[in-house]
């Protein structure tokens, strides 16, 4: 049973980085289209029609890690996610990007390169590992895998946001003047 809950947190995990990552991508295709331009020599359109394809792909496979009759897709296509962030990394880092990978829809961060590669490493072990170990038809608590992935959505997300939680519930100013408004 522990290897069995392992590698549901794990698999919960690889499952809400591909949906944080692909919902982020759909929503802010941007930021994401500017570096693979930048690294693929594409021009802006092909770019965002690619990360786009790209957002789609890892919001279904975030998806089918933790449906279970959807398995048998998911963790090849984690497997195939993964490789590709490895190469893209190590790319990237070999014609010294420069815009911000994206990733996330965040247009702030890194820029393509090693960190990539390290991600898609560990995505890709997840997908190795699921490959290896024999996951049950049917899990003992089936909610689970949902419940971890949910969790994770919401920890990626907080943690991604961070500075704009922060200052929406960090200490409000004091007012200027003794009545409380303003000057």
């Known amino acids: 049973m522990g290897t069995e809950l392992a590698l549901g947190v794990a698999t919960a995990a690889a499952a809400a980085v591909f949906l944080c990552a692909g919902l982020g991508k759909l929503a802010v295709p941007g930021p994401a289209a500017r570096a693979i331009a930048e690294l693929l020599e594409f021009g802006p359109r092909p770019a965002g029609v690619l990360v786009r394809a790209t957002g789609v792909l890892e919001a279904a496979t975030g998806v089918a890690l ?3 009759a959807t398995r048998p897709v ?3 296509a984690a497997g195939v996610l993964g490789a590709g962030f490895i190469l893209l990394g190590v790319v990237a880092r ?6 911000s990978c994206g990733c996330f829809g965040s247009a702030q961060g890194h820029p393509f390169g090693l960190r990539n ?8 072990a ?7 170990v024999p ?3 049917h899990p003992a608590q089936p909610a689970l895998p949902l419940a971890l992935t949910a969790a994770g959505c919401v920890c990626l997300s907080a943690w991604l946001h961070r500075a704009l ?3 929406v519930l960090g200490p409000r100013a004091r007012p200027s003047t003794p009545e409380g408004v303003g000057a």
């Not at 070999?94 to 815009?99: F, G, K, P």
């Not at 997840?126 to 290896?132: F, G, I, N, P």
């Open 126 to 132: 997840v997908a190795v590992v699921d490959t290896l």
């Open 165 to 167: 939680i922060i200052s």
């Open 94 to 99: 070999m014609q010294r990007v420069s815009a």
């Open 135 to 137: 996951y049950p038809a």
């Open 74 to 76: 998911g963790v090849p």
């Open 66 to 68: 933790v449906v279970p």
């Open 117 to 124: 590669a390290v991600y898609g490493a560990a995505l890709l």
